[in-house]
DNA sequence: TGGGGTTACTACAACGTTTTCGTAAATAAA
DNA sequence: TTTATTTACGAAAACGTTGTAGTAACCCCA
């Protein structure tokens, strides 16, 4: 417990607390001699300032909130990197909090936030949130909020995103130039609006490219492990086997490749793969991924950027600015010709 | 901006800010009717305590830090998430702040964490960490610290680890029975004691099994990616080339791929490989990669638990207890015989 | 009928900062 | 010399909560 505070500094200095105060604020008002003692004796006593105090009497917790659905993954984990870089630098704390990607957690969550321990949120929704007041309600308490990622169409906020639509399209083409002609499209939730734009993408390739669009080919995976493990598995048992896949999520990738080894089915010659993904190990992989992968770190920044541009300059206020950083295509072995 | 407080809840039910206070507390000094009013109005009101106010009241913010040197790392993003976890169950915030593996960092987060800002501080050191003031400075001001992982033997505190020393064992014995002669052994600044631990098992493995244990064959990369690529690079073109590798972290290993990619290694006919590794794509690497496998997600709820127990004083404060979890050793292609 | 005890509240002082409003003293302007 | 203005500081009131110390009102039993 911290114990050394103003009024002691005051005291030993013969000085009133307000005075101190200013001093170590280096306010105009006091003496550069007097400053000087001040400064002196609160490096010698090692005074540290109260936050709680501070925070309470400016209404301003220098702390900003993280809701990210999970963090065991490289994405997610270089955004709070990212994150985290800005937010020390601009002196700011950073919470963080995970939702599992459950709605349920994710209001709680919001809930708590209420509260005004925070001065900002930067969020990515969980995959299942369809419903938004809790959003609104951190809106309306005058909390900035921030998207990043998985952003919510219908939330009047900045978002930093990445080109989803281009990158669907991009992916699914490559697939094809690559020789593929029945091309499956693993994705998780469609309430998310990333989800819906790199489908889009995907599906305007297909027509752009005259290829039929089954809709059998597109599959939407449950959350468990298990659920789409499954799901994958069916795909590729089925009449219809796809000789291209283009999975929307890392995870999903991932098990693509346990149904192949588990099938034997070779990856590319039998399948394609390609994938969003940040995976380090992805030119590492058996056979190794291609992959689009996102910005993350420098989404992260972004984020926070913008939201302390809000914080910051109250007076300035840009409804919902979106920011595009652009995913990038690695091509490897997996979709080799 | 929250703006509803305990104040205006007085004054709708025509009753004492104490009252109230107490009322949403559940004390027994307030009648039930009365409670019931309160927490009617509250509920009506969105009413949520000033978490600031409190804290400055109770000299507790419920809040803890965390401050690990990395988090894109499966490691350290798993022991978040189990120390994320526990913290929520108990009503609890976590900051998190990255050292990235800079002392001059670790001591400046250590040091802002010294105001009273948390409750409490869970930390894995970076590797380069040699004074320890900043460390002995946060228990000076009564905050309890938890180790977990990348303890520091020199600070009474409790700590969770692995078996660094018998993983580092198996590990080695796991490559000699599988055949190598030659092991080398790739680690991380020596002034963490997990490496000398991992490095102690190394090193009375080959005693055991009788073979040489060559100074040359113990790399101390350095921790830019650019210079340890270098030094495994040497390794390989060095005259005794090892026919067996045991990195002490994952990131090691990963780049021991690589530099076996560019020199035409094979993994395993020509060098195995073990690492201590969280990757989740470990077994879908070419060649899918031995590990040593922490329970990352168990060390963070443990290491999170006991931090808990001593900011809540239920259980007898012991100084320095130490909770050992067993790494697992998972085989696989990359030191098969 | 009064002393003791309980019940259900209230008043007020913390907690450590910041900020508003003052004000003595020193200096400048008249 | 008198009157403004500046300089450098202090007193006190916030911020919203919680804890301590009361205290009316009522009941119990002698």
Redesign the pocket.
């Known amino acids: 417990m911290n ?1 050394v ?3 002691q500094l005051a005291q030993e200095l ?6 101190v ?2 001093a ?2 280096d306010s105009w ?3 550069t001699p ?1 400053k000087q003692r001040v400064f002196d004796l609160a490096r010698k006593m090692n ?1 540290q ?2 936050p709680y ?2 925070s ?3 209404h301003r917790s220098r702390t900003i909130a993280v809701v990210i659905p999970e963090v065991a993954n490289n994405f997610f984990a270089l955004a709070i990197k990212g994150i985290e870089t800005v937010a020390r630098e601009k002196g700011y704390h950073v919470l963080i909090y995970l939702s599992n990607e459950e709605v349920a957690e994710e209001m709680a969550i919001t809930s708590s936030l209420q509260s005004g321990r925070v001065d900002g949120v930067i969020l990515s929704l969980c995959g299942a949130t369809q419903d938004i007041r809790h959003l609104l309600e951190l809106q309306q308490r005058n909390i900035p909020l921030v998207f990043f990622d998985r952003v919510c169409d219908n939330v009047t906020a900045p978002k930093v995103m990445t080109n989803d639509y281009e990158s669907g399209f991009v992916a699914t083409e490559h697939l094809i130039k690559a020789g593929c002609r029945n091309i499956a499209h693993l994705t998780i939730s469609m309430s998310l609006s990333i989800s819906h734009k790199r489908q889009e993408g995907y599906i305007n390739s297909l027509r752009r490219w005259d290829l039929p669009c089954d809709p059998a080919m597109i599959v939407h995976c449950g959350l468990s492990e298990e659920e789409s493990y499954q799901q994958i598995r069916d795909l590729f048992l089925s009449d219809k086997r796809p000789d291209g896949v283009f999975a929307s999520v890392e995870k999903l990738a991932v098990q693509v490749y346990h149904v192949c080894r588990e099938l034997g089915l070779r990856i590319p010659e039998d399948v394609k793969v390609i994938s969003f993904s940040n995976l380090v190990t992805a030119s590492l992989l058996n056979p190794s991924l291609t992959t689009i992968a996102q910005p993350a770190y420098d989404m992260g920044k972004e984020a926070a950027t913008i939201l302390f541009r809000r914080l910051e300059k109250k007076y300035i206020v840009v409804p919902d600015d979106q920011v595009m950083l652009p995913a990038k295509l690695e091509v490897r072995n997996s979709t080799m010709a």
């Open positions: 114990t505070n103003l009024k013969n000085l009133s607390v307000s005075t105060s200013r170590l604020r008002e006091i003496s007097t005074f300032p109260n105090a501070s309470l009497r400016k």
